[in-house]
């Protein structure tokens, strides 16, 4: 499935050049604080507060984010994670995209019991359904399914819930 994104058009130079227009440079600033300070800190509670408290991120019971994980900084509020998930060391989550002639922003939706995998970077607008693995080095820009595994860049399914593992 495409990714779920919402496009914005812009007429003069690169997007980037507009993202004051796009979002508030003190909520930038903010949330890049917030943000450096989460992926250093060494305990999991402290770290998800930190992510719902003030960058408004969704962030279920039991969740690891590992260090140096990286959130969003200009749209973090775009980002859920379900019950009882990690996300690996160093892993990046974007929720928009600065092209030449326009922007997207989308959703990020990681379901519960989800492994991400260390240095993955996931793209706006997908969903990482329940039970998903995603292989470490990943580039997620499409949907996982629930309960598959998936790897690689670009990515691919590996095995799918209904598959058993080669060693069953």
């Known amino acids: ?20 227009k796009t979002v508030p440079f003190l909520k930038v600033v903010k949330n890049f604080a917030v943000i450096q ?9 402290v770290k998800n507060w930190l992510y719902r ?24 509020e775009k980002i859920s994670i379900g019950k009882n ?20 922003l989308g959703h990020v939706r990681i379901g519960d019991n989800v492994m991400i995998g260390a240095n993955t970077t996931i793209l706006p607008g997908v969903t990482i359904g329940d039970g998903a693995v995603v292989s470490a080095a990943t580039l997620v820009h499409k949907d996982v399914p ?19 593992a080669a060693n069953d």
């Open 146 to 164: 629930p309960g598959t595994f998936v790897g690689g860049n670009p990515m691919q399914i590996i095995r799918t819930k209904e598959e058993p």
């Open 1 to 20: 499935m495409a990714r779920r994104t919402e496009s914005y058009k812009v007429t003069t130079s690169n997007s980037l050049w507009q993202v004051y």
């Open 85 to 104: 998930s990690v996300v690996g060391y160093n892993t990046t989550i974007l929720a928009h995209e600065y092209l030449i002639d326009e922007y997207r």
């Open 53 to 76: 408290t003030f960058l408004r991120a969704e962030i279920g019971d039991r969740s690891a984010i590992a260090l140096m994980v990286m959130f969003d900084v200009m749209f973090p």
């Open 37 to 45: 300070l989460a992926r250093y800190m060494p305990f999991l509670g």
